[in-house]
């Protein structure tokens, strides 16, 4: 996994980002809670890594660092509309890394504010430079999925994020419970069951940390499955 940088301008950028996207669950319907409230770790996880590509190992990068600065104090200030064109303005001009982070951050903008088809086409143009970086912007645009109600495009971005996240221990099981939130949501019991026994099998230690009853989930996916 990428070393994370915790210089002030990276560690704030994520910092904002968490506190605006903290309380974004109350803003779903009872009805569309079929993700857990994590989507400020997936972002997290996404600027981590590009801080640490965009300040650490591009340096040089000073006019674009300056680029995407200004949107990120008007995000600081709470102008999240302000920010929002910034972030969009920067991702149209400057490619490789900080246009992928303007991408990202958008998109977390976005889908805080319930705009899910808008944070999909935000991260439809995301070019993640690490396979990492990659998956969990494909959970976050699956979580987007998910909230706009297309279930099976969810699924998609989750089979993809954990192929790409190449049995990382400790998101490769996340991406696969998120999967497993939407087998059951779609009425899928054996995939969901199937997808459980595999982070049993695969991942104990995670499911150990998480606190997570897999054994109960199991037993009510295969329940609901010999019901069918």
Do not use: W
């Not at 591009?58 to 929002?84: C, F, H, M, W, Y």
């Amino acid at each position: 996994m990428a070393t994370k940088d915790n210089t002030p301008e990276n560690q704030n950028s994520i910092d904002v980002l968490n506190e605006r996207l903290t309380d974004m669950s109350t803003k779903v319907e009872d009805n569309k809670k079929i993700i857990t409230i994590v989507v400020v770790v997936l972002v997290a996880i996404i600027l981590g890594i590009l801080g640490y590509i965009y300040l650490v190992r591009n340096p040089k990068a000073a006019r674009a660092a300056e680029a995407i600065g200004t949107p990120d104090v008007q995000l600081a200030l709470g102008n999240d509309s302000v920010a929002l064109m910034g972030y969009q303005d920067v991702a149209d001009s400057y490619g490789s890394t900080v246009g992928a982070r303007a991408d990202v951050m958008a998109a977390g903008i976005l889908y805080e504010n319930g705009d899910y088809e808008q944070a999909i086409a935000a991260l439809d143009d995301f070019d993640a430079p690490e396979e990492l970086t990659a998956a969990a912007a494909l959970a976050l645009k699956g979580d987007s999925y998910a909230n706009a109600g297309n279930l099976a495009e969810a699924a998609k971005c989750y089979e993809k994020a954990i192929k790409e996240s190449d049995n990382n221990p400790y998101y490769t099981p996340y991406f696969i419970l998120k999967l497993a939130r939407i087998d059951h949501a779609m009425g899928d019991y054996q995939a969901e069951a199937d997808a459980y026994e595999k982070v049993k099998a695969q991942y104990p230690s995670y499911a150990a940390s998480a606190q997570i009853d897999v054994d109960k989930y199991i037993a009510r996916a295969k329940a609901l499955a010999a019901q069918k």
